[in-house]
């Protein structure tokens, strides 16, 4: 698949993203392909996936829906854990996905790698890549090293303080004024669909919801806690 036949496919369409970690009732190779099916006939025009389900979710996936996947592991939970290495790009692409996500913040990788080598080693393996980004510097060098496409993903998780109740929309206008021509993917806390409007009036090709579609404990945390805090009518 090329960036222009992927742009074609979700540029103003909704990515969904099928994740759940270690510990969740959801963490299952069996019910993220379920959640992705459901997504994918709700309307999604492709499926982020993999995470710490790492390969085994990217390959199911893969196999079951017939729209784009972009896949990723996650390898660890400090420093560059999201593909981190030009190995773990090029399994994600081997198991079916069309792109892989990684991370482009600038951090050095584990397997002292750049994301050079895995643009590179992206490529020739005939997947393209998403540059995860944080920052405005970043999505520019990523562009710079050959990235296909820039996500916001990483927005507000880098420190310092703590991660926003909202999503970066300035980093994506950011970036669009800056990068005019860049494929530029919206993604992290879009929790309502005005917030994913709002990232398409702020430039972005596409976005990607996860946790709002995807985690029924969160959505169900949502209206606990709404209706625990709810007074009775007076009388």
Do not use: N
């Not at 069996?30 to 499926?47: K, S």
């Amino acid at each position: 698949m090329t960036i222009d036949e992927l742009l074609a496919t979700v540029r103003g369409r909704l990515i969904v993203s099928c994740q759940a970690p270690d510990g969740h009732a959801l963490r299952d190779t069996a019910t993220q392909v379920r959640m992705a099916e459901a997504a994918v006939a709700g309307g999604a025009a492709a499926i982020r996936c993999g995470g710490y389900g790492g390969i085994a979710d990217v390959s199911a996936i893969a196999a079951a829906v017939a729209v784009p996947v972009i896949g990723l592991t996650k390898e660890g939970t400090e420093g560059v854990y999201i593909t981190p290495s030009v190995a773990s790009a090029v399994r994600v692409i081997e198991a079916g996905a069309q792109v892989v996500a990684v991370d482009a913040t600038g951090r050095p990788h584990p397997d002292g790698s750049t994301l050079a080598d895995q643009v590179a080693a992206v490529h020739a393996a005939g997947g393209l890549l998403m540059a995860d980004v944080a920052a405005l510097d970043q999505a520019i060098a990523a562009v710079e090293a050959g990235a296909d496409l820039v996500g916001s993903t990483l927005s507000g998780y880098l420190g310092p303080g703590p991660v926003p109740s909202g999503p970066d929309l300035r980093l994506v206008h950011d970036i669009r004024r800056r990068l005019r021509t860049a494929p530029l993917v919206a993604e992290g806390r879009y929790h309502t669909p005005e917030l994913a409007a709002a990232a398409r009036a702020a430039g972005a090709d596409t976005v990607v919801v996860g946790t709002a579609i995807t985690d029924p404990a969160w959505i169900t945390r949502q209206f606990a806690t709404e209706v625990g805090g709810a007074r009775p009518p007076l009388d």
